[in-house]
């Protein structure tokens, strides 16, 4: 994939903002709308949330390190890996929405939620929002960070902002099959 890096840091940007505004409107549902599971083995609205909390909990100080410890110069345009290509395109959502594990450690399930769940989810995306923009000013193709599965692959950073916001898609669209 390629793009103008400015457009990819809007179409990303506009996805968090997405994101941010549904988990407000959901501090206005009650518990156990959010806590409803369509099944014993699937998540809550609130586990969805607690999922990608879990996966913030990693990127946002891994992004901030890269991006602060960088002395890149903004390039006009992305293009992705392949590697980052693949895990980004396999994050976003199909119409049947292709069921995925997770990791032991990623998996909120029975976990004991409440509403702090959705606060600390809008303050990750408010944080997001921040290293989006000050990514705005350096190269996300020479900036490189971690990955959570493995610290031996690097992706690039245009990549690791698609995959991470791209997963947040895909859990918001599942919660939102849950609450209708």
């Known amino acids: 994939m390629v793009i103008l890096s400015n457009d990819l840091i809007k179409e990303l940007k506009n996805l968090t903002k997405e994101h ?9 549902k009650s518990d156990e709308e959010l806590n409803k599971r369509l099944s014993d083995n699937s998540w809550s609205v609130l586990e969805c949330l607690q ?12 992004i901030k390190k890269r991006i602060e ?3 890149t110069k903004t390039e006009k345009v992305f293009k992705s890996g392949w590697i980052g290509n ?6 976003l959502p199909k119409e049947k ?6 990791f032991k450690a990623m998996n909120p399930i029975n976990s004991a939620l409440n509403k702090t769940t959705i606060t600390e989810f809008i303050k990750q995306q408010q ?3 921040d290293l989006l923009t000050a990514s705005e000013h350096i190269n996300l193709n020479k900036v490189k960070t971690s990955i959570s599965i ?6 690039k950073l245009g990549d690791t902002f698609r995959i991470v916001i791209y ?14």
């Open 20 to 28: 941010l505004t549904f988990a407000e409107e959901l501090l206005l």
């Open 69 to 71: 410890s960088s002395s």
């Open 97 to 102: 929405l292709n069921k995925m594990n997770t």
């Open 86 to 91: 693949y895990f980004a395109q396999s994050m």
């Open 51 to 62: 999922h990608l909390n879990l996966y913030g909990d990693f990127y946002l100080p891994e």
């Open 127 to 129: 944080q997001f929002l």
């Open 150 to 155: 493995t610290k031996m692959i690097k992706l």
């Open 167 to 180: 997963h947040n898609k895909r859990h918001v669209l599942q919660a939102k099959k849950i609450l209708s």
